[in-house]
């Protein structure tokens, strides 16, 4: 049995800790697409951890945690993951690399930060982590497998024909140093000892694992609406965030997908650039940045403050939708309880019509909200375990949205820790 954890918003939805709660009773975690441009947050009983590589499974010692083919490895990131780990108490963790997933190479992180420098006021915000140079060389033929590293001869012949072609760009398009291939071959080198003790072949470990009968969980990173095909392109990221994409990245048979627990937050967050309807700013949105999250809100990997806003139900509903969601997370409700209102935007009005259907990309910049206000409880709920415990206005919010979402609510998550959780009946 397969189940998938993904989001489905712009990305920080809580899914960290909703993969880390799950995992207990997982035997196999897998994280099946995108780098380390976006991280997960975890507090558990070694302390609390942003992995950005590392599955979410690392924490406990029975899970086997595969790095999918559908990632970007950035693997002097993944090294020092295990070291921060090692460091914070925590037992070396079973890890699997797939001999199928590519590498996240120097040059990958020198161009995205040359184009988005090139682009200044045109920029898509990225984080520069690479990760768009690395899809790109990836869906054009010319990225590099983690099985390319034990075979030399191969490899170098790789490395002439990438630099072949990026220096054309370095030199000439962005007017920078050009790379050297003999450089890049050690730089390769010093990934392969590194990578030694993981590597193996995920895909076939998967397949044994669900003829074992083996509970699998896949996990993936940021949410529907930076997928590359039907997220706010092109604001988006450069990998699939759909739980689709994990019968993929994570070498998981589309048949044994039986489960998606889409993640989204009591309100509402973005990663990066791009529309984003339901907004708020100034003392508002700073109130609700300084309480959210589980210490503000501000990103795991770049610490930049995120875009916070009120809950939007069009993009949830469609998020959902495009997940494929068969039940639902609802993570952050304890940050809303200093509101006496909660407003919830039900509805986008485009040229004067109102819409309840999330629209195109070419028509979101026109789009402004529709709200619904609802009673906040104004009252501290955090760490609240039974759902009936609860304040009658924070169930009837709870109610409201999953109405709206047309997807069961089946987990609230009342603050960060790992089992701050309701289960909804």
């Known amino acids: 049995m397969v189940k998938a954890i993904v989001g489905a918003n712009w990305g920080d939805e809580g899914k960290g800790k909703i993969t880390d709660l799950l995992a207990e009773q997982s035997d196999v975690v897998i994280r099946f697409q995108g780098g380390a441009n976006a991280g997960h947050t975890i507090i558990c009983d070694y ?62 992180v020198l161009l995205d930060s040359y184009e988005e420098e090139r682009l200044a006021g045109a920029a898509f915000g990225s984080t520069k982590s690479g990760i768009a140079p690395f899809y790109s060389d990836k869906y054009a033929k010319i990225g590099i497998q983690v099985a390319d590293l034990w075979h030399e001869d191969r490899l170098k012949g790789q490395l002439a024909h990438i630099c072949e072609l990026k220096n054309v760009l370095l030199e000439h398009l962005y007017h920078k140093p050009r790379l050297d291939p003999d450089a890049l071959f050690e730089e390769l080198m010093g990934y392969r000892k590194l ?100 210490a503000g809100e501000y990103g795991a990997t770049t610490g930049r403050p995120r875009r916070v806003g009120w809950f939007d139900t069009v993009a949830t509903r469609y998020g959902c939708m495009v997940q494929g969601a068969t039940q639902v997370a609802l993570t952050a409700i304890d940050c809303l309880g200093y509101l006496d209102e909660i407003k919830v935007c039900t509805g986008y009005e485009i040229d004067g019509q109102v819409t309840r259907d999330f629209p195109v990309p070419a028509l979101l910049d026109r789009a402004k909200p529709v709200y619904q206000t609802l009673p906040g409880w104004k009252c501290d709920i955090r760490g609240v375990t039974d759902y009936a415990a609860l304040p009658q206005a924070a169930r009837d919010y709870v109610d409201f949205i999953e109405k709206e979402i047309e997807a069961p609510i089946t987990i609230v998550s009342t603050g960060p820790k790992r089992h701050e959780i309701c289960y909804r009946k």
Request: glycine letters at 14%.
């Open 47 to 108: 302390g609390k951890f942003a992995l950005h590589q590392l599955p979410s499974g690392v924490f406990y010692p029975h899970i086997t945690n595969v790095i999918g083919n559908g990632v970007a490895l950035d693997v002097n990131k993944f090294a020092a993951e295990l070291e921060h780990l090692k460091e914070g108490g925590v037992p070396a963790p079973h890890i699997i690399v797939d001999l199928r997933t590519q590498l996240l190479m120097s040059y990958h």
């Open 195 to 294: 990578l030694e003790p993981y590597v193996g072949d995920g895909v076939s470990f998967v397949h044994r694992a669900l003829k074992s009968g083996k509970q699998l969980l896949l996990e993936g990173q940021l949410g529907s609406m930076k997928d590359p095909n039907l997220g706010i392109c092109p604001m988006t990221t450069s990998s699939h965030t759909l739980a689709g994409f994990g019968t993929v990245g994570g070498g998981v048979p589309p048949t044994a997908l039986t489960d998606i627990i889409t993640v989204t937050k009591a309100y509402s967050s973005a990663v990066g650039a791009g529309a984003f309807v339901s907004e708020l700013f100034g003392d508002e949105a700073e109130e609700l940045r300084k309480r959210g999250g589980d």
